[in-house]
């Protein structure tokens, strides 16, 4: 303000008008200004926009404009005139804004690595990994992007925000995937100015809902969390710029799923959740995060409702992994690589790695000992186990303590509504000193009505699971199992099985807890056996169609459980027809690892291996990083007849003992390989472990990059392959231009009935060395030539050589770029093809709509 005054205008005012001014007082002046005489000396009056007056002969008079620029020029105010309320509003604001942005880029940009050591921080912009989202409008017909975006793409997240009526989204996601660092940065970026599009907003609010209860009013929890009581700025006036600057004001609700209400009740609504439903501050933007199984009662009626946007957040890709590992190691690379290769080397810890909060843990373990568990539950005790170690703790004094919370941690999930947010009288004293100390508890101070509360959380959901589970093994012990009543009823009871049933009683208590349950099962089969039972049971007796998706989750519960005990003996309920059917998919990691430990249990027992004979279909897609282990397996497949692998890297060796374990098999008649980019070059190592698949009918191997030096091993391997009539190549485009090396061995397959060269990037140089081979091959019927475009154009030079292919039924030219042009060459060429039946036609645009078509191919079924 100094500054300020030095620079402000100065106006001589005769010392007759002393007598009658007026200047006016604001509630935040001191005492009037003392004088001696008409001409006193100098005095002072404090507040914004008044003027200082001083006396030496006349009343000069002083105005301080304010520090935005937002005052008045005193030769157009009268020294009495009150400021503007425009001035004010706008000097809160910036306040408030200052406030806001040293707390995101000071204290609120560091990232807790290990909530146990408040030094183990890191920050924000050094640590902070993009994570993948999908969005979607919040309505009946419309679907989730199929492009995933990253987090950071604000612009690609926010688009049409805030001037359309989407200015309410739900950002979502399965515990510890990241939502809330997502705030974080958010918050961050925009204090830190670098970002275009957070510039739209005046003020950015980042509010924690855990310290929230329903009737909570929105300034007052801004005050609380954010500004304090010793701001500078009014309860009133923020709550009047955010309804005069609505639609410039950005507010983060961080877990909606751990607001301290759980039954909510409408009438009941403070600001905030009115702020969700639109009857107050409706033109603000709100961003509100939760678990997926919060989603539908924040759509509700009462709540968000249409129109709003989705967020899902889907965790980290490898790539990202590998990112983050190597920001946490950067003052050791070589630690960090050695980790992303132990996690490289294992299903299980790929699949972790994708959820932040336990690549974090695996961060943490690594840095201390330079290995990693297996199972969720080793991982989540190792962890644990550690955060009490590094402070001085025992393994002893860390289980004792774990069991000790856990009782209370149960109890907030068999509550009516579940609990995460506690009070000190509910835990044992010594037993919450430790956690807290530890890190597995965290306690904040809320005030609430004037008062202090000390608010007891987890310091994750998934902790508060694990803790639970671990109190629910310890009195398990003591549990007597299932009863017999009667010949056809079992009866739970005891402490343990009450418990469970208070946690199973629907599918959504099922879905809900699976973290706490497989946890209970970590390294017990005991409480596996118990488990998976119940959940057998749950649903064995419902056969209607309403509940396949119930029975199906369950099972995949179950079998999740059966891995997490390691247990060497499958549970008979899990070799049932309806876990080990005739068609496995299986599209992720986690599944696939769970599916493998389980048939190689089974495989192993004399009297459960038949019934692998069951599964006639098995595919595994692009999600799945490694096939290692199912070689083992299939070999007990005695019935297999589909094969299909899309995606999956296929190291070296992979395949071939794929193919080695089935060459007892007699009735397997499809293999599809797809996008397995790792075979290219190397058919002289896999492709002769085909020819004994003697049964086999169809080939598939798409887009795999092969080589020209690739069809001379296929060949070789199947040309006395009397029952393998279809080989399909498509995408391949690695054998564009190199023909003349590998289409002379085509006719060795002698028995095919089809080929399938689509999308190869075949030229017109090609055409003449296929046309060739494919004259030499009396049985082939059907040539599908389709989406090579360079085809398009140039029919003048290549059409010709089509009659050599006399014995063609069928032949597929769809989106090859045809012109109208190229028509007339095509039909000369086919009309001297006796067989010819059907030409495909469909994908060449410039052939649309063109009415003579047809008749240049009288004798044809033409399709387009």
Sequence with gaps: MAAQSEAACQTAVPTTMQQEAQVPTPSAATDSPKQTGAIGNMGTVSGRNNPIITGSGEVTVTYNLSSDGAGVHPQNQEPDQVPRVG????????????????????????????????????????????????????????????????????????????????????????????????????????????????????????????????????????????????????????????????????????????????????????????????????????????????????MSKSLVQNPCTHVEVLGFTKEDVNEYIQKFYYEDPDSGSALIQNIEKSNTLLDFSTNPMLLLLMCLLWREKKQLPETTSRLFTEAVEYMFTRKGYSSEDASKTVIAIGKTALSGFVSADQNFSFQKDEFEPNALDLALKAGILTQQRVIKNLKCHNNIQFMHKTIQEYCASKYLQSVHMSNPGFVKRTVYKFVPFGEFQNNLRQLCQTIEGIVSNDFLLRFCCGDNEKCMLDIVTLLERKFKEQNKPGCMYQKAVTQAISRQCFFESQSKKVPRCLTSYSLIPSDIKVNNNTDFRILIYLLEIICRSEVQAPQLSRIETIRVSSQVSSVSGLAFAVGYMENLSHLMLWGCPLVKGELEKILSSLKCNYLLTSLVIQRCMTLGGRAVEWAPHIKHLTSLEKLRVRWCQLQSTDIEHIASAVHDMPKLTALNLPANMTLSESNDLWAKELPKMMHLNKLDLSWCDLTQSDIPHIASAVGDMPKLTDLDLGINETLGGCAAVWAKELPKMMHLNELNLCSCNLTRSDIPHIASAVGNMPRLTDLNLVGNGALYGWDKLQSFFPSLRVAL
Excluded at 93 to 121: E, F, H, M, W
Excluded at 211 to 232: H, P, R, T, Y
Excluded at 258 to 275: H, P, Q, V, Y
């Design 87 to 298: 001035d004010l509003n706008q000097d809160v604001g910036n306040k408030t804004r200052d406030i806001l942005r040293t707390c995101y880029k000071t204290t609120g940009s560091y990232v807790q690595l290990n909530p146990g050591a408040p030094d183990d921080q890191r920050p924000i912009v050094g640590i902070y990994t993009k994570l993948r989202v999908r969005t979607k409008k919040g309505t009946l017909e419309e679907e989730f992007c199929d492009k995933t975006v990253y987090s950071t793409e604000y612009e690609k997240v926010l688009k049409d925000w805030p001037e359309t009526e989407f200015n309410r989204a739900i950002v979502f996601g399965i515990g510890g995937v990241g939502k809330s660092t997502i705030f974080d940065k958010i918050a961050y970026d925009w204090a830190d100015e670098a970002c275009e599009i957070l510039k739209r907003f005046k003020l950015v609010f980042l509010l924690k809902m855990y310290a929230l209860f329903q009737e909570s009013d929105l300034v007052d929890s801004i005050f609380d969390q954010l500004l304090g009581v010793k701001s500078g700025v009014a309860k009133d006036e923020l709550d009047q710029y955010i309804q005069d600057n609505s639609n410039k004001v950005l507010i983060l609700l961080d877990g909606f799923d751990e607001m301290r209400t759980k039954t909510l009740d409408a009438a009941s609504f403070g600001s905030i959740l009115k702020a969700l439903n639109r009857t107050e501050y409706r033109k603000c933007c709100i961003f509100v995060s939760t678990r997926p199984s919060h989603l539908e009662t924040l």
